[in-house]
């Protein structure tokens, strides 16, 4: 398996750094050795993310109960 590697100075090591900028909850993935930084994570509660999972699966359960009530005649 290939080993991942930063894109600057070829380091192996990758470390996680909170950050909290603009009210905003982030996560950076960045290089240990020289920062450069590899990824970003957004910080929800688990709350707000299953609470935003289900209003997109109403809002499409909705959208398919009205399709197959115009196919359907009643």
Do not use: Y
């Not at 090591?13 to 020289?34: H, W």
């Not at 993310?49 to 398919?64: A, D, G, M």
């Amino acid at each position: 398996m290939a080993e991942s590697k930063c894109p600057k100075c070829e380091s192996n090591k990758f470390e996680l750094k909170p950050n909290k900028s603009q009210g905003n909850d982030i996560t950076f993935v960045q290089c240990a050795n020289c920062g450069s930084v590899i990824g970003v994570f957004e910080d929800k509660p688990l709350s707000s993310v299953i609470l935003e999972s289900e209003k997109r699966i109403s809002i499409r359960l909705n959208t398919i109960e009205q399709s197959i009530n115009r196919l359907i005649p009643k």
